[in-house]
């Protein structure tokens, strides 16, 4: 701390002005100090705010408007004048500097500005960190500017840019910081003050200027130049939340509402909000983020979580005010990917979006955050489990602010029920089915988050508990409406007894199914009850509903159990067993389908084809596939106790019982659901192909011919003479992915074998490799022996895009059975004719 001797008494009031002109000072800003801070781009919230108070102090017109102490070393220098050296005020001379040079511009009065503030074209005001900043100081003083001919940039005038264009300045000096952050102030006042050339008397005014300081000459209390280091050492400038806080102290003390109730424990009496926000800020919520400081950024401070949770409280009450929901104000709110905006105190201010009922929101969420925990402690915890919302978690994703819309919706719900006074066993139900609507409802823009914000808000300020509410069949909006209708259906099941509750539970937290069991109610016949009658209210039903229940519940759970993280975990026989009751594929663009054997997240492929998708109570073309698993969970062969044997039995049975098709082609080969990385396929009235990744730019198979290559391992048939065989994949629609068979050779001509599945045919092609030789007379009569037939002689040759010329052979055939015939009566006719 500096001597007591200095206080706020201390201090000569004097204009900027007077320093030079009637001090005779020559101010230079030390190397100790950093480079001027005010201009830099990142901080336009202060630059803008420091720059209206001056505009107001001037349009006033009120004298000695002091700005604080300006305090540092005065000494004599060489040419006469007295040299301050300022510790404190760096920032507000820089910045005076430049008003004052920018208004003697457009006053016109550069000339009297140059005669105080300059001898010889030096500036009387420099900077000693670097020499650019000092020539630019020079410059500037001692130059001109037509503001009648100022250079546009965006449609607007420039003032940086048309400084940047005289001669006199030197392009290496945009790389110097403080130029940097004067051209950028420059700028600023100009859009502040262009229309104020009266002004500048005002701030010159010898008897009294309307803006001044204290300025206080340290050398005067005998301190050495070590504080100078010292003071610059310890002193850290505030924070941008810092500032926040200040001015929203401020306004929150300008409010003249009334407030709740608050109590703070060292006064008897209640007090305002106002004084409670200051106290608390600073005490038992500052020792709940200082848990946090370090979650965002390593900066040991916990700025950035403060500002995050008071801009999702921000945000989620303005959205709660707009019923409408206003697409102005979501964009204004949210950024990209749901993140929410943190806006400067300008802006909150700007949009008017400060107010005392969100202060009161912002105070009790904040309370409720702290609780009663310890210091240090975290988030005060109200749940005895995390099964419907870890209260821990999910803050610390929405102090970085990297939560999802769901994540935001319980973060919301949670403290919106607790001050509506849910607690215990009321709580926990609450937070059960908001996990089960925000877990089960897909949230794809801010106007989906809204929507069911509003609904969720409204539900949880109704004086009745959850399960009694959706009993009464009240509304819900912004969630799926089958997970609305089974939360409604459940509640009823959850109160006719504990057994229904135990079930129900068990079922519903099953990792696969997370909260949504709507296939177990509707396959037990439930549903179709619950539709008809309106309750749950069966005495003797012909039906044993829980029973029915039960086994769908345990036959899916053991499943998905299983398959949970992978298909492969049962050879996909759980797909390939449903295929063998219907084709249940989900559809999506074009001719494109998806085999649901997929566990990725890659593209939304989990969220928009999945088991738990195709299960959802929907539409009818739904429903007929939902029947197809529900035949599968029905099937005499299907055995809880052997998943793997039974499934794979069903698809044995129907092999044995189907038309041969693209689907028994799935059903038969496991591997060929391995090929599919992201479960699509293309599937149409002329070709099925197996798409290695999500589209045909990627790798993809052929169905008819992989199978067909898949087979001919199956059945270990032998394709000698030729020493190998090859799928090749291709990766573009205009090819057609083949098996092709290589390595046989006959009087010096090497010949393969492709095989070609289009337009429902298989296409065994034989060609040679060099086609300047033609095809010896003995393999010619081995081929047609074989009944292959020269290309020029097939009817559809001109239709197919051959890559060989048309005296080449070729076989069709139309299954693949006889294709693999065809193949075995080749190979032994090539196997002789080489053995001779």
């Given at each position: 701390m500096i001597d007591n001797k200095i206080n706020a008494d201390s201090g000569e009031r004097l204009s900027f002005y007077q320093l030079f002109d009637q001090k005779n000072m020559q101010v230079e800003i030390p190397i100790i100090q950093r480079d001027y801070a005010q201009g830099r781009v990142e901080v336009e919230e202060v630059r803008n705010t420091f720059l209206q108070a001056l505009h107001d102090y001037l349009e006033k017109g009120e004298p000695f408007r002091d700005l604080d102490f300006v305090y540092g070393s005065v000494t004599i220098n060489t040419r006469g004048r007295d040299n301050f050296t300022p510790l404190d005020g760096q920032q507000r001379l820089t910045t005076l500097f430049l008003l004052h040079w920018y208004l003697a511009q457009i006053s016109g009065q550069g000339e009297s500005f140059r005669q105080v503030l300059s001898t010889g074209g030096i500036s009387h005001f420099t900077y000693e960190t670097r020499s650019s900043s000092r020539e630019f100081c020079n410059a500037l003083v001692s130059n001109d500017i037509k503001f009648n001919a100022l250079l546009m940039e965006y449609g607007i005038e420039c003032l940086s840019k048309t400084i940047k264009d005289r001669a006199w300045f030197y392009l290496s000096w945009e790389s110097d910081p403080t130029i940097r952050s004067m051209l950028t102030m420059l700028d600023a006042i100009h859009l502040q003050f262009s229309g104020n050339a009266d002004y500048f008397d005002k701030l010159i005014d010898k008897d009294k200027p309307v803006i001044t300081f204290r300025f206080l000459n340290l050398a005067e209390f005998k301190l050495t130049d070590d504080l100078y280091i010292k003071m610059n050492a310890r002193g850290k400038p505030l924070t941008g939340f810092e500032n926040f806080k200040a001015r929203l102290e401020k306004t929150i003390k300008s409010?003249?509402?009334?407030?709740?109730?608050?109590?703070?424990?060292?006064?008897?009496?209640?007090?305002?909000?106002?004084?409670?926000?200051?106290?608390?800020?600073?005490?038992?919520?500052a020792d709940l983020f200082w848990c946090y400081r370090n979650v965002v950024t390593k900066d040991d401070t916990f700025d950035d979580e403060l500002m995050n949770c008071i801009a999702i409280c921000a945000a989620n009450f303005l959205l709660l005010q707009d019923a409408k929901g206003s697409s102005r104000l979501q964009n204004k709110l949210f950024g990209s990917g749901g993140k929410i905006n943190t806006l400067s105190f300008v802006e909150y201010e700007q949009y008017g979006y400060l107010s005392q009922p969100l202060i009161i929101k912002l105070?009790?969420?904040?309370?409720?955050?702290?609780?009663?925990?310890?210091?240090?402690?975290?988030?005060?915890?109200?749940?005895?489990?995390?099964?419907?919302?870890?209260e821990e978690a999910v803050f610390k994703k929405i102090i970085i602010n990297n939560s999802s819309f769901s994540e935001k919706m319980r973060f919301h719900a949670f403290y919106a029920g607790l001050a509506s006074g849910k607690m215990g066993a009321e709580l926990t139900s609450w937070m059960r089915v908001v996990f089960n609507l925000t877990e089960n409802t897909i949230f794809n823009t801010v106007d989906d988050y809204h929507k069911a914000l509003l609904s969720i808000n409204e539900l949880s300020q109704m004086d009745d508990t959850i399960l009694n509410l959706l009993i009464q069949d009240v509304t819900i909006k912004g969630f799926l409406p089958v997970q609305v209708f089974e939360e409604k259906l459940k509640a009823h099941l959850l109160i006719k007894s504990s057994e229904w509750k135990t079930a129900i539970l068990e079922l519903e937290s099953h990792a696969f199914f997370r909260g949504q069991i709507g296939f177990a109610l509707k396959f037990s016949g439930i549903v179709d009850y619950f539709n008809g009658h309106g309750?749950?209210?069966?005495?003797?039903?012909?039906?044993?509903?829980?029973?029915?229940?039960?086994?769908?519940?345990?036959?899916?759970?053991?499943?998905?159990?299983?398959?949970?993280?992978?298909?492969?975990?049962?050879?996909?026989?759980w797909e390939r067993a449903v295929l063998s009751k219907g084709d249940y594929l989900t559809s999506t663009t074009a001719d494109r389908f998806n085999l649901l054997?997929?566990?990725?997240?890659?593209?939304?492929?989990?969220?928009?084809?999945?088991?738990?998708?195709?299960?959802?109570?929907?539409?009818?073309?739904?429903?007929?596939?939902?029947?197809?698993?529900?035949?599968v969970l029905d099937d005499p062969a299907f055995d809880l106790c052997d998943l793997r044997a039974g499934l794979e039995a069903i698809c044995t049975n129907a092999l044995n019982e189907l038309q041969f098709n693209w689907r028994t082609m799935l059903i038969a080969k496991p591997e060929l659901f391995r090929l599919c990385n992201q479960g699509f396929i293309v599937r149409s009235t002329h070709e099925v192909v197996l798409l290695h990744e999500s589209q045909r730019n990627h790798y993809h198979s052929e169905l008819y011919s992989k199978y067909l290559e898949l087979e001919l391992k199956d059945t270990g048939l032998s394709y000698a003479p030729f020493k190998r065989h090859?799928?090749?994949?291709?990766?573009?629609?205009?090819?057609?992915?083949?098996?092709?068979?290589?390595?046989?050779?006959?009087?010096?001509q090497y010949v393969e074998l492709q095989v070609i599945y289009s337009g429902n045919l298989y296409y065994l092609l034989c060609y040679r490799n060099d086609e300047s030789v033609p095809f010896p007379d003995e393999?010619?009569?081995?081929?047609?022996?074989?009944?292959?037939?020269?290309?020029?002689?097939?009817?559809?040759?001109?239709?197919?895009?051959?890559?060989?010329?048309?005296?080449?052979?070729?076989?069709?055939?139309g299954k693949p059975k006889n294709a693999l015939v065809k193949i075995s009566e080749l190979c032994i006719q090539l196997l002789k004719l080489r053995n001779e």
């Open positions: 409010f003249t509402g009334e407030w709740p109730e608050y109590r703070l424990s060292f006064k008897d009496a209640p007090v305002s909000g106002y004084e409670y926000f200051i106290h608390k800020i600073d005490t038992d919520w105070i009790a969420l904040l309370d409720l955050l702290r609780g009663h925990a310890t210091s240090c402690s975290g988030v005060s915890k109200y749940l005895e489990n995390k099964r419907y919302y870890d309750n749950v209210d069966w005495i003797d039903a012909k039906e044993n509903y829980f029973a029915q229940f039960k086994h769908y519940a345990d036959s899916g759970s053991a499943v998905f159990s299983a398959i949970g993280q992978s298909s492969e975990a049962l050879g996909f026989a054997s997929s566990r990725t997240n890659k593209h939304n492929v989990d969220r928009d084809h999945s088991w738990r998708r195709l299960l959802r109570q929907e539409s009818n073309v739904l429903n007929t596939r939902q029947q197809h698993v529900k035949a090859e799928y090749k994949s291709v990766r573009s629609s205009n090819e057609i992915a083949s098996f092709v068979f290589s390595g046989f050779s006959f009087n010096d393999l010619q009569i081995a081929l047609e022996s074989c009944g292959f037939i020269v290309l020029a002689d097939l009817d559809n040759y001109n239709q197919q895009d051959w890559l060989c010329s048309d005296d080449n052979y070729v076989c069709l055939s």
